[in-house]
């Protein structure tokens, strides 16, 4: 073998130094190729809830823009999909808003990298400004029925919900239902997007979200007394407060600790807190 190479490169087997010299472009082109035969193209996939999201998405496109070879992309699905992702290695890292479950910790390890003010939802022209986690809790199991027993106007109350698995949804059961359990007859969307657009709509409904995402379109009502702000999360005056988490299976890998290093980083968090969220550093 050794003799044959000797005479290709001598140039006197012309057609075999035409396969050599084909073989050593096709392994260049393949070295060049991201992901192989170097770091560029390497990439985490951060997965599940929708509260989460949007914030991880606007942090991602920053960490990419200065990350050099790293990349992150971020996908929705809801908390429970984030935590299966994460299991199954789908996801390098996977979304949860709400806190862990005790068989759930004992399984993922998690990080804090915000928290966030559970906001009760209505239309800007409902003239209710505020009720008391009771009242809250009566309304979405379906015992209150109109408005006007909650000093608002004699019209029916339209509720409007997230889905099963959701971690939205989870969070608003452990801190507003209790025992309780929300009416059946409440609509079911399938993300913070979907209730507020159509809570946007509807001068009777009534539905729950994240501070952060709730804007203008909406009126967040006082709970307890209490408005929902940052500064009232922050304080822990408000008492419809949860966790933002990253989860992973196990130790995170080198290109998934960059990114959650950045997220918990003075820069990363003064993001958050400029949209509505409360920092964790």
């Given at each position: 073998?050794?003799?044959?190479?000797?005479?290709?490169?001598?140039?006197?087997?012309?057609?075999?130094?035409?396969?050599?010299?084909?073989?050593?472009?096709?392994?260049?082109?393949?070295?060049?190729?991201p992901?192989?035969?170097?770091?560029?193209?390497?990439?985490?996939?951060?997965?599940?809830?929708t509260?989460?999201?949007?914030?991880?998405?606007?942090?991602?496109?920053?960490?990419n823009r200065?990350?050099?070879?790293?990349?992150?992309?971020?996908?929705?699905?809801?908390s429970?999909?984030?935590?299966q992702?994460?299991?199954?290695g789908v996801?390098?890292?996977?979304?949860?808003?709400?806190?862990l479950?005790?068989?759930?910790?004992?399984?993922?390890?998690?990080?804090?990298?915000?928290?966030d003010?559970?906001?009760?939802?209505?239309?800007?022209?409902?003239?209710?400004?505020?009720?008391?986690?009771?009242?809250?809790?009566?309304?979405?199991?379906?015992?209150?029925?109109?408005?006007?027993?909650?000093g608002g106007?004699d019209?029916?109350?339209?509720?409007?919900?997230?889905?099963e698995?959701?971690?939205?949804?989870e969070a608003f059961v452990?801190?507003?239902?209790?025992?309780?359990?929300?009416?059946?007859?409440?609509?079911?969307?399938?993300?913070?997007?979907?209730?507020?657009?159509?809570?946007?709509?509807?001068?009777?409904?009534?539905g729950?979200m994240?501070?952060?995402?709730v804007?203008?379109?909406?009126k967040?009502?006082?709970?307890?007394?209490?408005?929902?702000?940052?500064?009232?999360v922050?304080?822990?005056?408000?008492?419809?407060?949860?966790?933002?988490?990253?989860?992973t299976k196990?130790?995170?890998?080198?290109?998934a600790?960059?990114?959650?290093?950045?997220?918990l980083?003075?820069?990363?968090?003064?993001?958050?807190?400029?949209?509505g969220?409360?920092?964790?550093?």
């Amino acid at each position: 073998m050794f003799v044959d190479l000797v005479q290709i490169l001598r140039g006197e087997r012309k057609e075999d130094m035409k396969w050599l010299l084909g073989g050593v472009l096709l392994l260049l082109a393949l070295l060049l190729l991201p992901g192989l035969g170097s770091e560029k193209g390497a990439t985490v996939n951060v997965i599940g809830s929708t509260s989460v999201q949007p914030f991880a998405e606007m942090l991602a496109e920053e960490f990419n823009r200065i990350g050099g070879h790293r990349r992150v992309e971020v996908q929705g699905g809801g908390s429970t999909a984030g935590l299966q992702a994460a299991l199954n290695g789908v996801a390098d890292i996977g979304m949860c808003s709400r806190s862990l479950k005790e068989d759930e910790a004992k399984v993922f390890q998690s990080v804090a990298i915000a928290r966030d003010g559970l906001s009760v939802v209505v239309h800007p022209s409902n003239r209710v400004d505020g009720l008391t986690k009771q009242q809250v809790e009566r309304i979405f199991a379906g015992e209150i029925t109109n408005w006007a027993e909650v000093g608002g106007e004699d019209r029916p109350i339209r509720l409007i919900t997230r889905e099963e698995g959701s971690g939205t949804r989870e969070a608003f059961v452990k801190l507003v239902m209790g025992k309780s359990r929300i009416s059946p007859k409440a609509m079911t969307q399938e993300s913070n997007g979907s209730v507020k657009e159509l809570v946007r709509n509807d001068s009777c409904a009534i539905g729950y979200m994240s501070l952060g995402l709730v804007g203008k379109d909406l009126k967040a009502l006082k709970v307890d007394g209490v408005e929902p702000t940052a500064e009232q999360v922050m304080t822990k005056k408000y008492p419809l407060v949860r966790p933002f988490l990253f989860v992973t299976k196990s130790k995170p890998g080198s290109d998934a600790q960059a990114f959650i290093d950045y997220v918990l980083s003075v820069e990363g968090q003064q993001m958050l807190v400029k949209e509505g969220l409360v920092r964790v550093q």
